[in-house]
């Protein structure tokens, strides 16, 4: 410490001692205009605040992938199991269609057997005389019973105008024809019936009229 100034004037007034200062006070977290004063945070706390955080994220992530990843599963398991039903619809339209086609040929076969049944009906009903005809599978075809009766009729007809015809063309040769010591052959069965099948179905009228004459021929063959 420094010695003070002395004078000998009584007049002059000497300033006083400063006073020492005095040593700070402590921080005790209050803000000199008596106010609280903002607290240090705490980077510990914080920090472990997000890092359980950090962790409660992470956990719903794994959660959520793993869910993810079996959710992801199941849907191959279903475009499998919907590629196997593909597969399985394929076939079973297919075994549809090979039903279809099967309902539709014994549709064909029960439509065939009901005409040959209402074809042997009415044959033996109204055209007993033409039996021996459909036996020998020489009675024209139809697809209906009107069709058969309209076929049978003309088939009738014509067999009788040829009867008549041949009939008369016989009494007419046996009155102008040459007496000769040996009577013609007869032809056999099998050779008529060449004939008749080679003449089934032909439409000329010189044709017909030949067909006719070896149906009367067949008859005659066939009376025994």
């Known amino acids: 410490m420094t010695d003070e100034p002395k004078t000998t004037d009584p007049d002059v007034t000497l300033p006083e001692t400063p006073p ?3 040593p ?4 005790t977290g209050t803000s000199p205009s008596g106010g609280n004063a903002q607290p240090h945070e705490d980077w510990e706390k914080r920090f472990k605040g997000m890092q359980k955080a950090y962790n409660t994220l992470q956990d719903q992530h794994t959660k959520q992938a793993t869910e993810f990843e079996e959710i992801l599963g199941q849907v191959e398991e279903l475009r499998a199991e919907v590629k196997n039903y593909e597969g399985e619809k394929q076939g079973l339209q297919q075994q ?3 039903y279809d086609q099967m309902k539709a040929d014994l549709e064909t076969q029960i439509k065939t057997h009901s005409l040959q049944a209402e074809r ?3 044959i033996m009903s109204d055209f007993t005389d033409l039996a021996a005809f459909e036996a020998q599978g020489l ?11 309209e076929r049978f009729e003309a088939f009738r007809q014509a067999f009788n105008t040829t009867v008549e015809k041949t009939t008369k063309n016989r009494v007419t040769g046996m009155g ?4 000769s010591n040996e009577p013609p052959k007869p032809r056999t069965k099998e050779t008529v019936y060449a004939e008749l099948t080679r003449l089934a179905g032909a439409q000329s009228p ?3 009229q030949q067909y006719d004459i070896l149906m009367q021929e067949w008859m ?3 009376k025994d």
């Open 120 to 122: 042997a009906k009415l």
């Open 206 to 208: 010189e044709q017909r």
């Open 139 to 149: 009675l024209p075809q139809a697809e209906t019973t009107e069709e058969m009766q």
């Open 96 to 98: 549809i269609s090979e």
């Open 20 to 22: 020492e200062p005095k």
């Open 220 to 222: 005659e063959l066939n």
């Open 24 to 27: 700070k006070a402590e921080t």
């Open 176 to 179: 102008t024809a040459p007496s």
